[in-house]
Structures are given as C-alpha cells and as structure tokens.
C-alpha cells in the first residue's frame, strides 16, 4: 500500500516500514562509528525495547558492544491490509540487523506489566543466553494492570497544588497558546500515576529475574528519569508523573539489596527531553523542546536518543573509571540540557515566543522532523509514492 502519514493530536495513526527501517539503520550507524564500548553488556534484557530511549538502547548494546539482545514490547503487529505500529516494524528491522551482523537478538511482545510475560522471559533466557549482565528498564505507559490486584492503573499528566497556566504549543500548526491544566482533585490520581510510571513494576522484574537464577554476577540495571527545567517543574517534576519518578529513583535502594549477594548494582539515569511518543503527550513540553533543541543545536552540543544511549553506555555505565553521580545518587546524561548558558538561552526564548516568532526562534521543524520520523516518515532515502509491502515479520516473533 501506499503508506502516508495520518495523525491525530500527538498521535501518528500509521507507520512506514521502510522508514522504521532507515531510521534503524541511521542509528545503527551512528552507534557503529563511535567504535566498540570497551568491556560493554554482552547478554541484554531491554523492557520497552521497541521506541525512543529503549530502541536506542538496545541497538547500542547490540552494535557498540556485540551484544546479545532480548527485546519486550507491546506493539501491533503488521498484518495483510492493516499496518504494524512504529515499534513493531523498529523491531523487525532491528532483527534483520542483528542477524546480518550475526547478533542473537530476540523480541517478545505482551504486556511486560504481567507476570506471565516477566515468565515467559524468563523462559527465553534459560533456554538461549542462561542469564543477563544488563536489564534496561524502559517502559513508558499510560496504563497498567496491577498483576497481583487485577487493579488497571490509569496514569495522568496534571499539576498537584494549583492550577497551572502556561504556553504550550501545538507542533502541527506552530500555534503557541495558552493552556490551564487544573490539579489533581484526588489522591488517587498521584497513587495511580505512581502505580504506572513508579519503580514496583521495576523491583517485580528484578525479584523474578533473581529467583530465577537468570541475573549475572555483577549485573547491572538501569531505569530512565526525567528532570527538566523550572519552568515545565508543575507540569513535569513537581506534577503527578514527577511523584511517579521519584518513586522510580526511589527503588534504586530496594533493588540494590536484592541484587547485593550477585555484586549487582541498579542506577537511574536521567535523561534529556527528546521527542518520543511519549514526550509529545505532554502539555508544555514540546514547546519546551523546540526551544531547547535550537539552542542546543547553536550551540553544537544536541543529541538525540541515540547519542544519548550511546553516551550513557560508553561513558556512564560502562567507563571503566568512578561514575560519576549527582548527590541523590543519579547518571546525568542531561547534563548538557541543564547546563546554566542553555537554561537562561531557554528561559529567554519562552518569555519572547508567539505564534508570530515560533519558526524563527525555536526549532519546531526539527521537532515536526523528529516526530514524523518516529514513525518512519521524512526519510529522504524513501519513496513515500512507492507502493510498500505493510506486512513485515519481526523474524523471532513471525
Ligand atoms: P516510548 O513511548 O518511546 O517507549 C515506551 C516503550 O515501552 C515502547 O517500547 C513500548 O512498546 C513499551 N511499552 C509500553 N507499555 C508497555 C507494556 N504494557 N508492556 C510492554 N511494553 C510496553 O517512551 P520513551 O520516551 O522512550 O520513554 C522511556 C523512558 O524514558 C520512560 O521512563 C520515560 O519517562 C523516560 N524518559 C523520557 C524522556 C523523553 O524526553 N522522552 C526523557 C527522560 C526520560
Ligand atoms: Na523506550
């Protein structure tokens, strides 16, 4: 079919499989010319595998460092007539990669919030890899499922105290307005968004990965977070999901106890705000990012998800030398995000920015860029005329 993009809000309902393809492989390159990550993971378990920081962390422990990858997801998968999601045909690229370049690479595609897929994973590493080194937590949901309770979680995106007023921008029209997001009205709303986007999902998979006997001596995990600057604190850190990801930093220790007698170790990173599927949900924030991708473009210092996982691997989690952490015990690789010249270059642009100013003064094409290529669109390699074959197999999974 011809595959074309089709949207709704911050939703692209359709996917481009050759796209998905090149933009796997454009990472898959740039992981490749920064040269092998001396003494990386060799057997990796990535949670969230298919889209944004997850992806990119699977292709940099794959390509920067030869290693073994298990992918879980929960993507659609591409059948006769119907396209696959973004994340299934990243997948199946991925695997025709990782099998080109003679990699083991296997995916499993369920609700990783379950227990029968943290089992069935478990299966597929007794059989093929017998354990992992790395566990990349990388999930990113609206919803979960409490496997012990049967509750479903909804997780929402709201201030805490007070309302709260801000620009925001919608990307597709470049208008910059206004938006009151009103607080949560219930406790329920921060337990609920903590259940989702907190760290217990994390420690289930830790403590069943354990028992099982499939976590290397000195394994080490990693879970992402998220900071930013003061102005998206309302809606971000000091909001619902900034409960949420306190709760995630604050499993680091829990987790550090079970892993103790294996001398294995678990760290939350923070990462930099990039457009992911996720990102562009929420209000505010992707004003906040074309204005910090242009200064961080000017300034020569930007990076996308890829240079970020590249990054933390080489030079946080597997640099040989003391790791550097922050005094609540973090990774930093939004260190360059935070830097005190690109905050006040920032926070200058948010006062100035109008409908009117946006294209001059923010890089909201590069986002517009970003987004559509999430999804396998604006690649100049591809014929977007071609008719294209929508049905593409990820090969471990059919
Ligand atoms: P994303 O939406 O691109 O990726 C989410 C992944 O989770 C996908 O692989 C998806 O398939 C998977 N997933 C979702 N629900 C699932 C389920 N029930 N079962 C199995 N898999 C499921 O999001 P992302 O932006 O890469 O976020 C990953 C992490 O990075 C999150 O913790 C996020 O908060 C954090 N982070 C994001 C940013 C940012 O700017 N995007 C910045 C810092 C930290
Ligand atoms: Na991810």
């Known amino acids: 079919m011809i595959i074309q993009p ?63 990858t298990i992918g879980v997801f929960f993507e659609k998968p591409a059948t006769e007539g119907k396209l696959g999601t973004a994340g299934w045909y990243n997948t199946a690229a991925f695997e025709k990669e990782a099998q080109a370049a003679g990699l083991y690479a296997k995916s499993i595609n369920g609700d990783a919030f379950s227990d029968e897929i943290k089992q069935q994973t478990i299966e597929l590493i007794k059989k093929d890899l017998g354990q992992v080194d790395l566990v990349v937590y990388s999930l990113a949901s609206p919803r979960r499922t409490h496997p012990k309770t049967g509750v479903q979680h909804a997780s929402v995106l709201k201030p805490i105290e007070k309302p709260f007023t801000d620009k925001t921008v919608d ?50 995990t990693v879970a992402y977070s998220y900071i930013g ?84 691997f080489a030079e946080r989690l597997y640099n040989n030398s003391d790791l550097q952490l922050d005094e609540k015990g973090r990774i930093r690789v939004d260190d360059l995000e935070m830097r005190e010249d690109v905050q006040q270059e920032v926070a200058e642009l948010w006062k100035k920015a109008t409908t009117e100013n946006l294209e001059e003064i923010s890089d909201i094409q590069g986002y517009r860029n970003d987004f559509f290529q999430l999804f396998g669109f604006n690649f100049d390699e591809i014929d977007y005329e071609k008719d294209t074959n929508e049905v593409v197999p990820v090969p471990s999974i059919g």
């Open 6 to 68: 089709r949207t709704r809000g911050f939703i692209c309902l359709t996917a481009h499989p050759d796209g998905a393809a090149q933009h796997i492989k454009n990472q898959i390159e740039y992981v490749k010319s920064k040269g092998k990550i001396a003494d990386g993971p060799k057997k990796v378990l990535v949670i969230g595998a298919s889209t944004g920081f997850g992806i990119a962390s699977r292709i940099s422990a794959a390509f920067g460092s030869d290693a073994a």
């Open 171 to 220: 990307f597709h029209t470049g208008v910059v307005s206004d938006i009151t997001i009103n607080p949560v009205e219930l406790e329920d709303d921060i337990n609920n968004t903590v259940a989702v986007m907190g760290g217990e999902d994390w420690k289930f998979w830790i403590e069943d990965l354990k028992a099982a006997g499939v976590l290397a001596e000195g394994v080490k």
């Open 229 to 312: 600057p003061e102005l998206t604190y309302p809606i971000y850190r000091n909001g619902t999901i900034g409960r949420a990801k306190d709760n995630l930093e604050a499993t680091v220790p829990a987790i550090n106890a079970l892993l103790a007698d294996i001398n294995g170790v678990s760290y939350v990173s923070v990462n930099k705000a990039l457009v992911t599927q996720s990102s562009s949900a929420i209000p505010v924030v992707p004003l906040y990012i074309s204005l910090l991708y242009k200064v961080m473009k000017e300034k020569g210092i930007h990076e996308g998800t890829i240079e970020q996982m590249q990054r933390l």
